[in-house]
T-cell receptor, first 114, second 113 residues
């Protein structure tokens, strides 16, 4: 069965430090992969997506993610974190069976210290 | 463009009461979804719809019902509310041409006591 694992429930970084959020997926074929961000009290906003082609994808707000097929991973990175990046981050994979359904990971909550 | 809108933002229900969570999208998307979000659990799909008159169960449909009479609206009905339905509910929509990208509403926080 398809699944998405985000190993880190909670991460704390200092403002200006680099960030990497981990995501591992289980899917037989080439996956459609997504990162969404949820600010407190808000809905989910798409940060970036991978469908095919270049394995390093750029997103909004200075985020990027790298697809590594050999490791079944799609980790999210940012070189310098801002206090406004404090939020919950969800990794998702397109589900088999169509209709644009997504399977979400449990999320990683990011706290940023000044 | 309003995108996906949800009402109400917050609601407290007593056990056994019923209510309807409203969801409307103005992007002419065929596909719509209802999720619930519980702490540490991510988002779980309750129901989805691929067009007016067509709905199907997701991962956690028990205790919920949906209908889709128009492209724009996809209400979620809770009958006989239970404490286990305390959650944050998100509606989302997606265009039908295979991008898998979903657009989310701001959510409804529901408490059942």
């Amino acid at each position: 069965a398809q699944s998405v694992t985000q190993p880190d429930i909670h991460i704390t970084v200092s403002e200006g430090a680099s960030l990497e959020l981990r995501c591992n997926y289980s899917y037989g074929a080439t996956p459609y992969l997504f990162w969404y961000v949820q600010s407190p009290g808000q809905g989910l906003q798409l940060l970036l997506k991978y469908f095919s082609g270049d394995t390093l994808v750029q997103g909004i707000k200075g985020f990027e993610a790298e697809f590594k097929r050999s490791q079944s991973s799609f980790n999210l990175r940012k070189p310098s974190v801002h206090w406004s990046d404090a939020a919950e981050y969800f990794c998702a994979v397109g589900a088999s069976g169509g209709y644009n359904k997504l399977i979400f990971g449990a999320g990683t909550r990011l706290a940023v210290h000044p | 463009n309003a995108g996906v809108t949800q009402t109400p933002k917050f609601r407290i229900l007593k056990i056994g009461q019923s209510m309807t969570l409203q969801c409307t999208q103005d992007m002419n998307h065929n596909y719509m979804y209802w999720y619930r979000q519980d702490p540490g659990m991510g988002l779980k799909l309750i129901y989805y719809s691929v067009g007016a008159g067509i709905t199907d169960k997701g991962e956690v449909p028990n205790g919920y019902n949906v209908s889709r009479s128009t492209t724009e609206d996809f209400p979620l009905r809770l009958e006989l509310a239970a404490p286990s339905q305390t959650s944050v509910y998100f509606c989302a929509s997606s265009p039908p041409f295979g991008s898998y990208e979903q657009y989310f509403g701001p959510g409804t926080r529901l408490t059942v006591t």
